[in-house]
């Protein structure tokens, strides 16, 4: 009996432990650093660009190469993924819509967007005339902090000693704005290759018997700060 009541003495202990862990003192409030109140999302979003076939010219034209030129030097800038090229099928322009997918897809490569990230899909028109739009799209992504302004029970948290609920919200929606590509909250960016032509250099310096580090100028004087 002793034994059965010790361990309902340490079970009930345990029990209003975890009790008080999860009290109002230990919420999102209570966050300890400006990132866990502000937190920064991240999400995709598609961009689009439409071109209309045209059954009369088998070029595109100086309007449409100028609009792909902008929107592959965009992709480039912020896109990730496959860049897709979307034509229209089950209609009469079907052959006009293959014609436009392969020039499209030429003069985005020619614009600096590598053959291995074009991709080609289809759409269904149901077999009605005029369904002659060309899609192409990527996805990019969007960072956003939380609203600032929230100025409702300003007095309780002063009077709890608790910082105030718009305490570093401006920085985070600053750091958002700025970021040049969200997706590096993600996943790191891919580095660039290395310099094979450099890494032969100090090989073939080190086996002359070369110094390999960076040269010092002996004439400049350095002093310590007392």
């Known amino acids: 009996m002793l034994f059965k009541l010790s361990k309902f003495a340490l079970l009930s202990s345990a029990a209003i432990l975890a009790a008080s862990c999860a009290s109002a003192f230990n ?4 966050a300890l ?4 109140r502000h937190p920064i999302s991240v999400d995709g979003q598609v961009v689009t660009l439409t071109i209309d076939t045209n059954s009369a010219s088998s070029e595109l034209s100086s309007v449409d190469k100028s ?3 902008a929107f592959a030097d965009s992709y480039l800038r912020n896109g990730h993924g496959p860049l897709t090229i979307t034509a229209p099928s089950g209609s009469p322009e079907d052959f006009d819509g293959q014609e436009a997918a392969a020039d499209i897809r030429e003069a985005l490569h020619k614009y600096g967007v590598p053959w291995s990230t074009l991709s080609g899909a289809t759409y269904r028109t149901g077999g009605v005339a005029g369904g002659n739009q060309m899609i192409v799209s990527y996805t990019h992504y969007v ?3 939380s609203e600032c302004g929230i100025w409702s029970g300003i ?3 002063e009077y709890a000693n608790l910082a ?8 985070q929606n600053n750091i958002a704005a700025m970021l040049a590509d969200p997706h590096d909250l993600i996943a790191p960016a891919d580095g660039s290759p290395r ?3 450099a890494i032969v250099r100090a090989f ?3 086996r002359e018997g070369e110094t390999t580090v960076s040269e010092i100028d002996k004439e400049i004087n350095t002093e310590l700060s007392k």
């Open 67 to 69: 609009r792909l030129r």
């Open 143 to 145: 960072a956003t902090a």
């Open 195 to 197: 310099d094979a032509a």
């Open 164 to 171: 105030s609920p718009n305490y570093g919200c401006a920085t």
């Open 33 to 36: 650093t400006v990132s866990e």
């Open 27 to 30: 919420g999102a409030d209570d």
């Open 204 to 206: 073939e310096a080190y």
């Open 155 to 157: 007095k309780a948290r």
